[in-house]
């Protein structure tokens, strides 16, 4: 686990591909265990801990989750993402390379729990939620591309299924039409930038995680950086920083 940022009131740390966030029937232990162990070890806390779960990531997907260590800053954060006021930006590796390389994908999404899969529709269905966002490419690569996705809404899957719907499955996603699963069994779809207000102190925190590292990431992260379609990671942000 890497923090990439932690304060009294909240913890923002950088997921793994195949780490839960919270538990479930697998038995796994999920992350928030393991930070609100890391929080009881590293203060010396003893009892219970508090660390409250603000939102959550797919166990295949990589990149920033945020934790609240105090119950204000998680009633606070729980409406800030309500709200729409905390920004997310993701990063997916794609096959399939979009045209438009920029545009908006606004249907409706169905969630069906027996097969645990999502589809999407561009009109309405019984059961159907309204799903909005918006990509653009920033690095084209021999075989793979790299889109920068901003949600609008955040239902199940969403990025998942709805880059499918336009021919740009995500790699490793066998589930939404990808042709093969990456090695470590998870997709090239990272939460990559968090940005909001401080729900305590004000400070405009913004956070960027580093790729995974592998070889493809680094190769399409350098080539969308060269044409200035994207930053790096600015280390001041990361000032806080701890891994264990």
């Known amino acids: ?8 009131h909240i913890i923002i740390v950088n997921k793994a591909v195949g780490e839960i966030v919270q538990g479930d029937k697998t038995g796994d232990t999920p992350l928030v265990e393991i930070v609100r162990q890391y929080i009881k070890e590293k203060y010396a806390k ?3 801990v508090f660390c409250g779960v603000v939102h959550r990531l797919d166990r295949p997907v990589s990149g920033l989750v945020v934790f609240a260590k105090t119950s204000k800053a998680l009633t606070r954060l729980n409406e800030m993402f309500r709200t729409g006021k905390v920004k997310k930006t993701y990063w997916a590796v794609t096959r399939g390379c979009p045209d438009p390389a920029e545009a908006r994908i606004e249907g409706y999404i169905t969630s069906v729990e027996r097969n645990n899969k999502s589809y999407f529709s561009k009109a309405p269905a019984e059961g159907a939620k309204q799903a909005a966002l918006s990509y653009r490419l920033i690095a084209k690569g021999l075989n793979y591309n790299l889109l920068e996705v901003n949600l609008e809404t955040g239902r199940k899957h969403q990025i ?3 880059l499918s719907s336009i021919g740009c499955p995500i ?3 066998l589930k939404y039409g990808d042709k093969r699963s990456n090695p470590d069994g998870g997709i090239s779809l990272m939460a990559r930038r968090i940005q909001f207000t401080h729900p305590v102190s004000g400070k405009e925190i913004d956070l960027t995680a580093p790729v995974p590292d592998e070889r493809l990431w680094h190769e399409l992260e350098q080539t969308a950086v060269s044409s200035g379609q994207a930053r790096t990671p600015d280390a001041r942000s990361h000032s ?5």
């Not at 686990?1 to 009294?8: A, I, P, S, T």
């Not at 806080?240 to 264990?244: E, F, L, R, V």
């Open 171 to 173: 790699k490793g996603d």
């Open 240 to 244: 806080d920083s701890a891994s264990c």
């Open 1 to 8: 686990m890497q923090v990439v940022y932690e304060d009294n």
């Open 160 to 162: 998942r299924v709805q």
């Open 46 to 48: 003893p009892g219970n």
